[in-house]
């Protein structure tokens, strides 16, 4: 599944729009090289859902996108993608599925595209397909108040399956405070 999003950048003077490409099934590769880019030390496997958001080629503000060559040398700085590389993967993520619930896992944005909001507007993109619901994440502490502001709540840790309690022990004994949260309670 595949579809463009326009996305103001939020710290840009011009606050020029950029054309994304929200992406269900990006390649292993692909993610897996954003992770390596990022210094992210998660990795995708074949069996993850894996997700993200493909940045067009920079372009002038309303203008046509012109796509780059396929034929042109891919010695461009970035991570662009294997099967369109006129596309740069600019934030990805993986889903895992475990017994009847979602796990996000490795949400990761190119460093030098931080801060323009795009990880929030994955989320929502993910929050948009029902299969994939509810979500659940075991974030870094640091990064609760990001989830919370997307619409994550804390979950009641007794509720979760014995596998993702077990999972999130394992996070525990690298990052202590890590808490599971899910993106809609209410489905939950």
């Known amino acids: 599944m595949k579809h463009n999003i ?4 939020q710290d840009d003077a011009s606050q020029a729009e950029l054309m994304y490409q929200f992406n269900i099934n ?3 590769a692909d993610l897996n090289a954003l ?18 958001l493909y940045r067009h080629p920079r372009s002038e503000p309303h203008s046509q996108l012109e796509p780059y060559s396929r034929s042109e040398p891919r010695s461009r700085s970035g991570l662009f993608s294997e099967q369109e590389p006129h596309l740069e993967l600019a934030c990805g993520a993986r889903l895992v599925r475990y017994d009847n619930d979602w796990l996000l896992r490795n949400l990761c944005t190119l ?6 909001g795009l990880a929030s507007r994955l989320l929502q993109e993910l929050r948009t397909l029902p ?3 509810p979500l659940l994440t ?3 502490p ?4 990001f989830y919370l502001r997307n619409g994550f709540s804390a979950v009641d840790e007794t509720g979760l399956s014995s596998s993702l309690q077990q999972l999130l022990r394992q996070c525990r004994r690298r990052n202590k405070g890590i808490r599971a949260m899910v993106s809609d309670a209410s489905l939950r």
């Open 6 to 9: 326009r996305h103001k950048q």
């Open 26 to 28: 990006l390649s292993l």
């Open 35 to 52: 992770y390596k880019h990022s210094g992210e030390s998660g990795r995708a496997a074949p069996h993850d859902v894996r997700v993200g």
């Open 111 to 116: 460093p030098e595209e931080r801060g323009q």
């Open 131 to 133: 299969p994939y619901q």
């Open 138 to 140: 075991l974030p870094l």
């Open 142 to 145: 640091h990064l609760e108040p």
